[in-house]
């Protein structure tokens, strides 16, 4: 009998050998003696070429059916371990019922500052956006806000111990009012922007006052802008935010960026089950022809309509929430009630 009919016993062996293996390491290693290019097996079919030939074709038959039962019970094997690999470690009842991942929420003041941005993107809004830490240039001059202004007194702004800048001693921003200075600074008009951030005052915690809010601003300039289209654009969104039975009026004020300024106070069912007819949620006006000049604007040619209003406000009276610092604890009882 010629020897390749006498592969059995080199067969058993090597299929031994797979079935031994503990982990895919080990089985990779049994697969290299055998069907590697130095493996046992695999020296074995280089002899083919040496056989006469007319023995080659049963030798080549006989070699390849071994072959290819090998390489099935490799592949089975690894299988097997593969499955055993990504077995959890411990026990686990998979009749159990699912564990359901809890879904995120976004934070109230950021579900009302997009309730905002929403209500002027489609009034033709932009967002702009500019940075927290800023001059005095772009935080008071240019807003016409004097020296002597009670808000840049140390005690009400937090500025910084760094010397000043080319314009003035830095400053975490009051309002969010110098984005506009610095978008009319960048680009010629008309201007339609709206700006929510953060804003920073040396207040003391308390239940409607917190160091660090949140403010959104409003300015458009193009010709021939009123009090008319402040009025209607004021009215359109705080009817969308809180409801429509929301009534809006406007008392006379003063503002050193704006001329008219006033103060916008706002009536519904929230502020009446408050006890009060009244509350004052907003300042606004016309931009100060000062202003224009100091951006390079021509106040002769372009008027413009500015409004400022804090966002903690209208959240607490959209949720009746009684106290400011409750955003900012992250409390998650509190929190997921939104």
């Not at 224009?292 to 500015?306: K, Q």
């Not at 804090?310 to 400011?324: C, K, Q, V």
């Amino acid at each position: 009998m010629a020897w390749w009919n006498d592969l059995e016993p080199l067969k058993q062996e090597a299929l031994a050998a797979f079935a031994a293996a503990g982990d895919l390491t080990a089985l990779d290693q049994a697969r290299a003696a055998w069907l590697g290019s130095h493996g046992r097996f695999t020296a074995l079919m280089k002899h083919l070429g040496s056989l006469p030939k007319e023995e080659r074709p049963a030798a080549g038959k006989a070699m390849n059916a071994v072959k290819a039962e090998l390489e099935a019970a490799l592949a089975a094997r690894r299988r097997e371990l593969e499955l055993e690999a990504a077995r959890p470690k411990v026990p686990y009842d998979f009749t159990l019922p699912g564990r359901r991942r809890r879904v995120g929420r976004l934070h109230p003041l950021t579900q009302v500052i997009e309730d905002i941005v929403r209500s002027f993107r489609r009034l033709g809004f932009a967002v702009a956006d500019g940075p927290e830490l800023e001059d005095e240039y772009h935080c008071f001059d240019a807003l016409n806000t004097p020296a002597d202004h009670p808000a840049r007194d140390t005690q009400d702004t937090f500025y910084l111990p760094d010397p000043a800048g080319p314009r003035g001693r830095w400053l975490l921003r009051t309002h969010t009012s110098s984005v506009q200075i610095r978008v009319m600074e960048s680009q010629p008009p008309p201007v339609r922007i709206i700006v929510p951030g953060r804003v920073y005052r040396r207040d003391n915690a308390d239940a409607t006052h917190n160091p660090t809010f949140h403010q959104i601003e409003g300015l458009y300039v193009d010709r021939g802008v009123t009090v008319g289209d402040l009025k209607g654009t004021v009215e359109h969104v705080f009817r969308e935010l809180m409801g429509r039975d929301v009534r809006i009026r406007f008392r006379p004020h003063y503002f050193s960026y704006t001329e008219p300024s006033y103060e916008i106070d706002f009536s519904n069912a929230l502020t009446r089950k408050m006890g009060r007819e009244w509350l004052e949620i907003a300042g606004c006006g016309m931009v100060n022809p000062v202003v224009f000049e100091t951006v390079g604007y021509d106040p002769e040619v372009w008027t413009g309509w500015a409004f400022g209003f804090g966002i903690e406000r209208i959240a607490m009276l959209r949720y009746g929430i009684p106290d400011i610092r409750l955003f900012y604890e992250n409390d998650l009882r509190f929190l997921h009630q939104f």
